[in-house]
T-cell receptor, first 113, second 113 residues
Framework: AQSVSQHNHHVILSEAASLELGCNYSYGGTVNLFWYVQYPGQHLQLLLKYFSGDPLVKGIKGFEAEFIKSKFSFNLRKPSVQWSDTAEYFCAVNSGGYQKVTFGTGTKLQVIP | KAGVTQTPRYLIKTRGQQVTLSCSPISGHRSVSWYQQTPGQGLQFLFEYFSETQRNKGNFPGRFSGRQFSNSRSEMNVSTLELGDSALYLC????????????FGEGSRLTVL
C-alpha cells in the first residue's frame, strides 16, 4: 500500500524566510503527486501537482515543488514566505488511474510577521 | 461555478445511532470521493464513486457505506456510531481523467457522544 511521510509536523518561520517542506512516498510505480493546502477556516485546496514532464513544478502563490524519483521525494519550496501562507500543507500521492489519494499527515506552517 | 457542497456542516449524535451525510459535486464532475479527517490519523480515504458505481474502497469497517445518484450527488452513511467516528468528513469531486486532482467541500463535522 502507498504511504506518504511528511517530516515536519509544525514549522514556524518569520516573514521573508525560505520554506522547504519534506515529503517522501513509498510507491515505486508511476505516481501523480500533489500538495494541498488548508488555510484557516477554509476548505482543502490544490496548491500544485505533478503528473509527468519537468520535475520542477510551479503552483499558486509562488510555491514550487521538485520531484526526485530516485529519492521518492516531492518537497515543497517557497523562497520567501508571507504571513498569509500560514496554513496546513498536505503532500499527497495517487496511482492506479482512479481517485484514491493517499495523504501525508500534514505540516502546520505558522508565519510570524 | 459553485463548489462542492456538503450538508449538514455540523451534527451531534450519540453512540449507536446512524448518520447520513450528503455531498453535491461541482457541476460536470462525475467522481465523488469521501475522506475522514481526524487530528491523529489525518486524511483517510473512505471510498470513491463514479457513475453510481463504487470504484475504490478504503480500509474502513462495513458500518461505513455510500452511494451515488444519477445526478452525481453522493451520500455516505455510518451506522452504529462509535466515539471514534467523531471526525470531519470531507467530500471531494473531480473531473474524469484528472486523477488525484480533487476539489474539496468544507466538510461535515460529526461529534459522537
Amino acid at each position: 500500500a502507498q504511504s506518504v511521510s511528511q517530516h515536519n509536523h509544525h514549522v514556524i518561520l518569520s516573514e521573508a524566510a525560505s520554506l522547504e517542506l519534506g515529503c517522501n512516498y513509498s510507491y515505486g510505480g508511476t505516481v501523480n503527486l500533489f500538495w494541498y493546502v488548508q488555510y484557516p477556516g477554509q476548505h482543502l485546496q490544490l496548491l500544485l501537482k505533478y503528473f509527468s514532464g519537468d520535475p520542477l513544478v510551479k503552483g499558486i502563490k509562488g510555491f514550487e515543488a521538485e520531484f526526485i524519483k530516485s529519492k521518492f521525494s516531492f518537497n515543497l519550496r517557497k523562497p520567501s514566505v508571507q504571513w498569509s501562507d500560514t496554513a496546513e500543507y498536505f503532500c499527497a500521492v495517487n496511482s492506479g488511474g482512479y481517485q484514491k489519494v493517499t495523504f501525508g499527515t500534514g505540516t502546520k506552517l505558522q508565519v510570524i510577521p | 461555478k459553485a463548489g462542492v457542497t456538503q450538508t449538514p456542516r455540523y451534527l451531534i449524535k450519540t453512540r449507536g445511532q446512524q448518520v447520513t451525510l450528503s455531498c453535491s459535486p461541482i457541476s460536470g464532475h462525475r467522481s465523488v470521493s469521501w475522506y475522514q479527517q481526524t487530528p491523529g490519523q489525518g486524511l483517510q480515504f473512505l471510498f470513491e464513486y463514479f457513475s453510481e458505481t463504487q470504484r475504490n474502497k478504503g480500509n474502513f469497517p462495513g458500518r461505513f457505506s455510500g452511494r451515488q445518484f444519477s445526478n452525481s450527488r453522493s451520500e455516505m452513511n455510518v451506522s452504529t456510531l462509535e466515539l471514534g467516528d467523531s471526525a470531519l468528513y470531507l467530500c471531494a469531486s473531480s473531473r474524469e481523467g484528472a486523477t488525484g486532482e480533487l476539489f474539496f467541500g468544507e466538510g461535515s463535522r460529526l461529534t459522537v457522544l
